[in-house]
């Protein structure tokens, strides 16, 4: 037993760090609410967490986002291909079945919405007004209600938004309750 220890040890020293560290990294889909340099007013990704803590990430557009977090793509971030939309009871994103047939939805709104978090309105790149206290960012009171949905380590309202807590927004975000709350308080 005293030697399997030191043997074992020895074989994680060897390991380079790398390895280690992807062994235990998960792969998460989440967001920034970060303008992207081809004009979006948030970003898509797929977060590299390791400890709750984010060591890189992929961007994504929103359609192959859609489909890998409803399971129909395939995605590191899904390998069980469960449709996370229906997990965290997000409505009309994804594939999904009614008494119609199988619909599909693309434009998913929650996603098409997160600009809202953020600005006052959609700058010509996004229809309609958002939901952001200030001009181009939230105000304190919001900065305060977003970091319910981020790790403690990201003080920032930038985000990133990772994992359960996004999906968790992105579902509170259909609440016109929570919406009301968000925009004037409550």
């Known amino acids: 037993m005293r030697r399997i220890l030191p043997i074992a040890l020895l074989t994680l020293l060897a390991c380079p760090l790398s390895e280690r560290i992807s062994a235990q990294a998960r792969h998460e889909f989440g967001f920034s609410l970060n303008p992207t340099a081809q ?17 890189g990430n992929v961007p994504m ?4 986002f859609i489909l890998q977090a ?22 009309d994103c994804g594939v999904w079945a ?10 998913c709104s929650p996603i098409l919405d997160l600009w809202k978090l953020r ?22 009171r919001q900065q305060i209600i977003l970091q319910l949905y981020r790790q403690p380590e990201y003080e920032h309202w930038h985000g990133p938004y990772f994992g359960k807590d996004a999906f968790r927004l992105l579902r509170d975000m259909q609440d016109p309750h929570w919406v009301e709350t968000y925009q004037h308080g409550g």
């Open 98 to 107: 009614d008494t119609a047939g199988i619909r599909a939805n693309l434009e």
């Open 61 to 64: 557009r929103p359609q192959p």
């Open 39 to 55: 004009g979006g007013l948030h970003a898509l990704f797929i977060y590299t967490v390791v400890d709750g803590v984010v060591l």
């Open 70 to 91: 409803s399971g129909l793509m395939e995605s590191k971030a899904n390998l069980e291909s469960v449709d996370l939309f229906d997990q965290y009871e997000i409505r």
């Open 119 to 140: 600005y006052k309105n959609g700058m010509g790149a996004q229809p309609g007004t958002g939901w952001a206290g200030e001009e181009f960012r939230p105000s304190e």
